[in-house]
């Protein structure tokens, strides 16, 4: 197994450093120079101003020495400078990492847990009314963007109810510490959470469901049954464990489009993450910036799916590690 | 001449006089909204324009601006001309200290010139009059131009020209500098905490040299990158100030209709944000004059005025704002009038070539008013086709001229020889810049007006030159102005005397109190 993971580590780097390249030249690509952009913030712009941002940024060397010195950067751990936001690029990521983590890995427990909850449920007492409840609603949650839920949650609970608030991390000025301020993240957290677990939460309850039917038809269930073991033991052991796999692999991918979501999600709720910081950058072109935030990303869609190949062996025995 | 003396009349006081009805009140923290976040707070290296929101409260300019731009006492008590126009002698306040108590003295004025000539662009521009600054003691500073400049009195508010504290930045490399991120200025407000992503807080300066003031505690200025949410953080009560343009502009007249909600669209007059279509004059039928007007006449502009920004503004009859000196409307008119519009495209010959318009992609209301606009000049005959950018994207498309039609809008910092000339001299046509003369368009005549009008004096010399310049501009129609923009400040009506000046909240919250 630790061969496994050794040579899983050693191609996600290479991986990684392919990413690194094309993303690189994939934002080149894109109309819009950071000087220029910067210029117009000015609100002026002429040839000196221009040039010397350029220069600043390091765009008037060529193409592959720029590639050079960020690659070069990267592999000793050095993310570059942002100069738009004038502070290393590896301290703009570490100040907002934490609350994209909170987010994206409350909304994939809360997602995750519930979605395999419902999709037994709806499984367990498929034709009924229950699974046609349960299956419109995840129709309904799979089927509305991120930013409508988001906004009509707002609508609801913040506006009309007063119940969450709206935006933001915590209470600004409030000054609280220890397990109040803990109590005001939650709160600040639940709409957001919710918001972007919705969509995966739909998808892993009608997965579950789909997988538990089909396996439910397979031969070594009714064995289960004929040796006389219980609805329970067989719905647990054997038909959610056999039927989670293809769960799991979405899951894996998910983690991927988690981040995605997130993008949204922070921007509408002024949640502090990556998301935004990584929507901002694009906006201004801040080149290393946006590169930082993708090779972060890259990075931990990379040990999310490590996670998974590691989980599929704890979910089947069956299945053993290729080295 | 005779000598002319501007004294500043140390009107600090006459400034505040919409407050002597009500003696303001002390302590108390206002909640304003930020959009965007502004990548850093050094206003001498970064200049947009949440960054002179923030920044004004923390740093100073010698001078401020009155509603009717006239100079008014900051950094500098009193101020002298020269018989010949070209020396201007600054006294500057005495007792001032930086945040860290290092006083601020006429070196830091000398620094700050040669630091912004190399670090702001504007600036630069501003001060390319300039032959030198002295300071023959600590409290006086001469500036000794080359020529005669009719707006030099209007390039010294804070987010044209801040003060930069010497100690902290002489010998140091600015941009990494790290005050850039922990600003060190005279204002009534210091810095105090910056929460990437969620909020600004600013404290008050217990020294600040306008005894009495600041009247506020605290600001914090909430980071909320979605519009609506921006609306909503007001409607819940979280933030009290939604400077102008915060929030998407078919929410302004819900938001002032609610309880406890004052409105003002004061503040702009520095400013006077103009919007219009730049018409790419080099090439295909927009090089015609006819089409130019073709276009003015084609465009309801009422319709603009009234359905997409909600009645707030005013339809603009020339290059100049109604708002800024030597304004006339004693112009060509172009009222919306689809037959003419579409007589002048027959006459010029235009015969259905394609037409690229660039919308502004600064949020709804810009986007809709490209979709008026399209119909407009479809209706009239046009093949139009939008290209959707970003604002980096459609930024370069108009600097290096990849465009036909493409919207617009700018600040004219009230004077024509600092934000209209630019737009319209031969000079100012340079490839790959923005904000410039991006159309194309060149004419001696104008180029010597603007010459002309900048040096001139006296000041009824200026404001013939500057007329005649406004109806040369809009008979030739270089680009299509549409609308004086008007950006309104929404705020609790307990916020009061927030916006003072013809800067608006871009000169800090000096002057505001909570009538609590």
Same mark, same amino acid.
């Given at each position: 197994?630790?061969?496994?993971?050794?040579?899983?580590?050693?191609?996600?780097?290479?991986?990684?450093?392919?990413?690194?390249?094309?993303?690189?030249?994939?934002?080149?690509?894109?109309?819009?120079?950071?000087?220029?952009?910067?210029?117009?913030?000015?609100?002026?712009?002429?040839? #000196?101003?221009?040039?010397?941002?350029?220069?600043?940024?390091?765009?008037?060397? @060529?193409?592959?020495?720029?590639?050079?010195?960020?690659?070069?950067?990267?592999?000793?751990?050095?993310?570059?400078?942002?100069?738009?936001?004038?502070?290393?690029?590896?301290?703009?990521?570490?100040?907002?990492?934490?609350?994209?983590?909170?987010?994206?890995?409350?909304?994939?427990?809360?997602?995750?847990?519930?979605? #395999?909850?419902?999709?037994?449920?709806?499984?367990?007492?498929?034709?009924?009314?229950?699974?046609?409840?349960?299956?419109?609603?995840?129709?309904?949650?799979?089927?509305?963007?991120?930013?409508?839920?988001?906004?009509?949650?707002?609508?609801?609970?913040?506006?009309?109810?007063?119940?969450?608030?709206?935006?933001?991390?915590?209470?600004?000025?409030?000054?609280?510490?220890?397990?109040?301020?803990?109590?005001?993240?939650?709160?600040?957290?639940?709409?957001?959470?919710?918001?972007?677990?919705?969509?995966?939460?739909?998808?892993?309850?009608?997965?579950?469901?789909?997988?538990?039917?089909?396996?439910?038809?397979?031969?070594?269930?009714?064995?289960?049954?004929?040796?006389?073991?219980?609805?329970?033991?067989?719905?647990?052991?054997?038909?959610?464990?056999?039927?989670?796999? @293809?769960?799991?692999?979405?899951?894996?991918?998910?983690?991927?489009?988690?981040?995605?979501?997130?993008?949204?999600?922070?921007?509408?709720?002024?949640?502090?993450?990556?998301?935004?910081?990584?929507?901002?950058?694009?906006?201004?072109?801040?080149?290393?910036?946006?590169?930082?935030?993708?090779?972060?990303?890259?990075?931990?869609?990379?040990?999310?799916?490590?996670?998974?190949?590691?989980?599929?062996?704890?979910?089947?025995?069956?299945? *053993?590690?290729?080295? | 001449?005779?000598?002319?003396?501007?004294?500043?009349?140390?009107?600090?006081?006459?400034?505040?006089?919409?407050?002597?009805?009500?003696?303001?009140?002390?302590?108390?923290?206002?909640?304003?909204?930020?959009?965007?976040?502004?990548?850093?707070?050094?206003?001498?290296?970064?200049?947009?324009?949440?960054?002179?929101?923030?920044?004004?409260?923390?740093?100073?300019?010698?001078?401020?601006?009155?509603?009717?731009?006239?100079?008014?006492?900051?950094?500098?008590?009193?101020?002298?001309?020269?018989?010949?126009?070209?020396?201007?002698?600054?006294?500057?306040?005495?007792?001032?200290?930086?945040?860290?108590?290092?006083?601020?003295?006429?070196?830091?004025?000398?620094?700050?010139?040669?630091?912004?000539?190399?670090?702001?662009?504007?600036?630069?521009?501003?001060?390319?009059?300039?032959?030198?600054?002295?300071?023959?003691?600590?409290?006086?500073?001469?500036?000794?131009?080359?020529?005669?400049?009719?707006?030099?009195?209007? #390039?010294?508010?804070?987010?044209?020209?801040?003060?930069?504290?010497?100690?902290?930045?002489?010998?140091?490399?600015?941009?990494?500098?790290?005050?850039?991120?922990? @600003?060190?200025?005279?204002?009534?407000?210091?810095?105090?905490?910056?929460?990437?992503?969620?909020?600004?807080?600013?404290?008050?300066?217990?020294?600040?040299?306008?005894?009495?003031?600041?009247?506020?505690?605290?600001?914090?200025?909430?980071?909320?990158?979605?519009?609506?949410?921006?609306?909503?953080?007001?409607?819940?009560?979280?933030?009290?100030?939604?400077?102008?343009?915060?929030?998407?502009?078919?929410?302004?007249?819900?938001?002032?209709?609610?309880?406890?909600?004052?409105?003002?669209?004061?503040?702009?007059?520095?400013?006077? @944000?103009?919007?219009?279509?730049?018409?790419?004059?080099?090439?295909?039928?927009?090089?015609?004059?006819?089409?130019?007007?073709?276009?003015?006449?084609?465009?309801?502009?009422?319709?603009?005025?009234?359905?997409?920004?909600?009645?707030?503004?005013?339809?603009?009859?020339?290059?100049?704002?109604?708002?800024?000196?030597?304004?006339?409307?004693?112009?060509?008119?172009?009222?919306?009038?689809?037959?003419?519009?579409?007589?002048?495209?027959?006459?010029?010959?235009?015969?259905? *070539?394609?037409?690229?318009?660039?919308?502004?992609?600064?949020? *709804?209301?810009?986007?809709?008013?490209?979709?008026?606009?399209?119909?407009?000049?479809?209706?009239?005959?046009?093949?139009?086709?939008?290209?959707?950018?970003?604002?980096?994207?459609?930024?370069?498309?108009?600097?290096?001229?990849?465009?036909?039609?493409?919207?617009?809008?700018?600040?004219?910092?009230?004077?024509?020889?600092?934000?209209?000339?630019?737009?319209?001299?031969?000079?100012?046509?340079?490839?790959?810049?923005?904000?410039?003369?991006?159309?194309?368009?060149?004419?001696?005549?104008?180029?010597?007006?603007?010459?002309?009008?900048?040096?001139?004096?006296?000041?009824?010399?200026?404001?013939?030159?500057? *007329?005649?310049?406004?109806?040369?501009?809009?008979?030739?129609?270089?680009?299509?102005?549409?609308?004086?923009?008007?950006?309104?400040?929404?705020?609790?009506?307990?916020?009061?005397?927030?916006?003072?000046?013809?800067?608006?909240?871009?000169?800090?919250?000096?002057?505001?109190?909570?009538?609590?």
């Amino acid at each position: 197994m630790l061969s496994f993971i050794a040579q899983r580590v050693l191609k996600g780097v290479i991986v990684l450093l392919a990413i690194v390249v094309l993303n690189f030249f994939l934002i080149r690509l894109a109309p819009g120079d950071p000087a220029v952009v910067m210029a117009g913030e000015a609100g002026a712009s002429d040839q #000196i101003f221009v040039n010397q941002l350029r220069e600043k940024f390091g765009l008037d060397k @060529p193409l592959p020495e720029q590639l050079f010195i960020y690659v070069k950067g990267v592999v000793t751990l050095d993310l570059g400078f942002s100069f738009r936001q004038q502070a290393p690029v590896a301290k703009l990521i570490g100040e907002r990492l934490p609350a994209t983590l909170l987010l994206t890995l409350t909304a994939f427990a809360i997602s995750l847990a519930l979605g #395999i909850l419902f999709g037994t449920f709806a499984a367990r007492f498929a034709g009924t009314f229950l699974d046609t409840a349960i299956t419109v609603f995840a129709l309904i949650f799979y089927a509305m963007p991120i930013f409508w839920v988001a906004l009509m949650g707002i609508l609801l609970f913040s506006v009309t109810m007063d119940w969450l608030p709206s935006f933001g991390y915590e209470t600004v000025g409030a000054n609280l510490t220890g397990f109040s301020h803990a109590v005001d993240v939650a709160k600040h957290l639940i709409m957001p959470a919710m918001t972007l677990g919705l969509f995966f939460m739909a998808t892993y309850t009608r997965m579950t469901r789909a997988s538990m039917l089909e396996v439910k038809r397979l031969d070594f269930v009714k064995t289960a049954r004929a040796k006389g073991l219980s609805d329970a033991v067989i719905q647990r052991r054997h038909v959610l464990r056999n039927a989670l796999l @293809p769960v799991v692999t979405l899951a894996g991918v998910h983690s991927g489009t988690l981040i995605g979501g997130a993008v949204i999600t922070e921007t509408v709720f002024a949640w502090p993450g990556i998301g935004r910081l990584m929507y901002d950058a694009l906006l201004q072109r801040d080149y290393n910036l946006l590169l930082g935030v993708f090779v972060i990303c890259s990075a931990m869609v990379l040990i999310f799916n490590l996670i998974t190949d590691l989980v599929y062996r704890l979910v089947d025995p069956r299945i *053993e590690f290729a080295s | 001449m005779p000598k002319r003396v501007l004294l500043g009349l140390l009107l600090a006081c006459g400034l505040t006089a919409p407050t002597l009805a009500q003696e303001p009140k002390t302590g108390g923290v206002i909640n304003a909204v930020i959009q965007p976040e502004p990548p850093g707070l050094m206003l001498a290296m970064v200049q947009n324009g949440p960054v002179q929101m923030v920044s004004g409260n923390i740093f100073e300019g010698l001078l401020r601006y009155s509603p009717k731009l006239e100079p008014q006492p900051e950094l500098a008590e009193s101020w002298s001309v020269s018989e010949d126009a070209k020396t201007y002698t600054f006294k500057l306040r005495k007792g001032v200290t930086w945040h860290d108590g290092k006083p601020f003295t006429a070196a830091d004025v000398l620094f700050s010139v040669e630091m912004l000539k190399q670090t702001h662009a504007r600036a630069r521009n501003n001060l390319a009059q300039v032959d030198k600054v002295e300071a023959p003691d600590d409290y006086t500073v001469v500036f000794t131009l080359k020529q005669p400049f009719g707006p030099f009195l209007g #390039i010294f508010e804070v987010g044209s020209m801040p003060m930069v504290p010497k100690h902290l930045y002489e010998g140091t490399d600015w941009k990494t500098n790290p005050y850039n991120n922990a @600003p060190v200025g005279t204002g009534p407000f210091m810095f105090r905490e910056w929460q990437k992503g969620s909020f600004i807080r600013l404290v008050k300066n217990p020294n600040y040299h306008e005894k009495g003031k600041p009247y506020l505690d605290e600001i914090y200025w909430q980071i909320i990158p979605d519009a609506a949410a921006r609306s909503v953080a007001y409607e819940t009560g979280k933030v009290d100030v939604l400077p102008g343009g915060s929030v998407e502009n078919f929410d302004v007249p819900r938001l002032s209709k609610l309880k406890d909600t004052c409105v003002t669209g004061a503040g702009w007059e520095f400013f006077s @944000p103009l919007a219009w279509l730049w018409l790419n004059n080099r090439q295909g039928p927009l090089a015609d004059k006819r089409v130019r007007q073709a276009i003015m006449y084609a465009i309801d502009r009422d319709f603009a005025k009234d359905v997409i920004w909600n009645g707030l503004g005013k339809v603009a009859t020339g290059p100049s704002a109604s708002t800024i000196k030597y304004y006339t409307d004693d112009v060509k008119k172009y009222p919306y009038d689809p037959a003419k519009a579409k007589a002048l495209l027959k006459e010029a010959g235009y015969k259905g *070539e394609k037409i690229r318009l660039l919308p502004l992609a600064y949020g *709804e209301t810009w986007q809709r008013w490209g979709e008026a606009v399209k119909q407009n000049l479809q209706d009239v005959g046009m093949n139009i086709e939008t290209i959707a950018t970003d604002v980096a994207g459609g930024n370069q498309k108009i600097g290096d001229w990849d465009y036909d039609i493409a919207f617009t809008y700018l600040y004219q910092y009230g004077d024509p020889a600092l934000g209209v000339g630019r737009n319209y001299i031969s000079s100012a046509i340079a490839k790959g810049q923005m904000f410039n003369n991006v159309e194309g368009y060149s004419n001696p005549e104008i180029d010597k007006l603007f010459a002309d009008g900048a040096v001139a004096t006296p000041d009824s010399k200026r404001k013939e030159i500057y *007329e005649k310049a406004q109806k040369i501009l809009v008979e030739d129609v270089p680009v299509a102005w549409m609308l004086e923009l008007q950006f309104p400040t929404i705020m609790r009506c307990k916020v009061k005397n927030l916006i003072t000046t013809g800067i608006g909240v871009n000169d800090g919250f000096k002057d505001a109190w909570l009538d609590k």
